[in-house]
């Protein structure tokens, strides 16, 4: 173990020091972080690149001067290994530690702060020491829903990523329960994974994964074969499952900068007819990332052709209407108001989006706004019977929620009623105990003085 007295050293001094006592971890072996477990992890499992890593850090000189100490700030340190946010020195150091384990470093000037130092705390080209304890890591999570959690086993090379449309050529391995059910070589176009059996996640997580990289994927059931499972590798419904990812080669598709107004339009009839099968199919997340793709092309065109203009508003507004009919059935409401809102910009009559938009607010129990919707639709076409039926039952549901409030309010005002009683019954018990006592006080005073006069 080391100690304060072995830092009071000069940089020579403790990198022998280091040196015969703990293990060089850099990867080319050049003496650059040299680590001494001070104590043992509790598992044998260690962070991968990428993983969310939560620590408790000392930096010193090798003077043992303290220079920083997240313990003195009574918070622990998050960040991303291996990612570059932090010292070179801890992303190395980080990924050779077991959770619960307890290290010190010695960090050459390279790994650390360099040649500039850090003003007022590390001179330049200064060697630091660091103590650090692995509090916990998990999966970086690459959904706001917590759907997909990848770790990166083998790290990828290069500086792009597919994108929506790109070719890629995988290999997979999934498993759930420890049982491998899927392991092949695939190649598909991002956004359409599906037509190849794999699984929304994967389609999902290929935007972040780089040429060259061995990843695990871990997806929960909205991510994988959801509520229907997939009988044919018995996996049952709601299940979570893990893929291993090996992204061997990919083939961006332009973006849409790099097309020009004709290219897009030449393309937008087969992704509008590739989402609308997915909807048919009930695989509402794939078609959203179809009609999305619409937008994306389009929604900041302009054309000198009216008749240009005209087209491409209409394929902007059919697939706002689409992703708000996808977002109904997968119950993502505000998305439904959203995309209905920019129908509506575009075509403040229009029925669809005002009926959808109705539909969502009714269904979010926004029941006056549901009702001037479903109103709106009837202005636009009287012979609407479904928002006429809509209508019906937003006032219904005005009409319960007024006696719920009702009756809230009477139950309210009877408890109140109730414990204001209860209250005044109680001071009535005190004024009388206060007033029979005052009034023994009394009778006791006249007792005495009527003892003393006749003495």
Known sequence: ??????????????????????????????????????????????????????????????????????????????????????????????????????????????????STGNPDKIPPNSPVVFEMELLNFEGEILTEDGGIVRRIKVKGEGYTYPNDGARVDVHLEGSSGGRLFDCRDVSFTVGEAEDKGVPLGVDRAMDNIQKGECCLLYLKPKYGFGSEGKPEYKIGPDNDILYEVTLKDFHRAKEAWEMDLNEKLDLVDGVKNKGNQYFKSGRYHQAVIQYQRIISWL?????????????????????????????????????????????IELDEGNEKGLYRRGEARLLCNDFSLAMADFQQVLQVNPSNRAARAQISICQSKIKQHHEQDKKTYANMFQKFAERDAKTGKMKRRRNDCLRNSMNGEVSLKRRRRSQDCRS
């Open 1 to 114: 173990m080391t100690t304060d007295q072995d830092l009071s050293l000069d940089g020579q001094s403790a990198a022998a020091v280091f040196s015969g006592k703990g293990i060089d971890v850099t990867p080319n072996k050049d003496q650059g972080v040299i680590k001494v477990v001070k104590r043992p992890g509790i598992d044998g499992e260690r962070p991968m690149i990428a993983d969310r890593v939560i620590v408790h850090y000392t930096g010193k000189l090798v003077n043992g001067r303290k220079f920083d100490c997240s313990r003195d700030r009574k918070e622990p340190f998050c960040f991303n290994v291996g990612k570059g946010q932090v010292l070179k020195a801890w992303d190395i150091a980080v990924l050779s530690m077991q959770r619960g384990e307890v290290c010190t470093f010695l960090c050459k000037p390279e790994y650390a702060y360099g």
């Open 299 to 343: 929604e900041m065109e302009c054309s000198s052709s009216k008749e240009q203009q005209n087209r491409i508003q209409d394929y902007v507004l059919t697939a706002h209407l689409n992703l708000a009919m996808c977002f109904l059935r997968i119950k993502d409401f505000s998305q439904v108001v959203d995309n209905c809102n920019k129908v």
